[in-house]
């Protein structure tokens, strides 16, 4: 997969709002077959993804570059920010129970 599609598909994906933003170091990306975990590891973002997991050290997938916009916009996180909520809401009650 060359640069511009990986770019291609990570803009498609953030105006889907498939990305959900946990923390500023934390993301959930609903790619088009898995969801993946995006997470940032000291300086460098990190995705689960098979591309991510093989090729994630050279070259960021699509999902990163998704999650990475979301940050700087996070207008377009709006359709998906109540989920986002709730998910850190059910995190905070399974850790207290
Ligand atoms: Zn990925």
């Known amino acids: 997969m ?10 498609r ?5 498939r ?3 946990l923390s500023q170091t934390q993301a959930l990306v609903i790619g088009d077959h898995d969801t993946y ?7 460098r973002w ?3 993804c098979p591309w991510g997991l093989h ?3 050279w070259t960021e997938c699509s999902h990163v570059g998704a999650v990475r916009q979301a940050l700087l916009d996070p207008d377009s996180q709006a ?3 109540r989920l986002a909520d709730l998910l850190k809401q059910a995190n905070r009650e399974r850790e207290s129970a």
């Open 13 to 17: 994906l953030k105006k889907n709002y």
């Open 79 to 81: 359709p998906v920010a």
């Open 2 to 11: 060359c640069r511009r599609t990986i770019n291609a598909k990570a803009d």
């Open 19 to 21: 990305v959900i933003l």
């Open 46 to 48: 990190s995705c689960n």
């Open 37 to 43: 975990d995006v997470t940032k590891l000291s300086y």
């Open 55 to 57: 090729r994630g050290r």
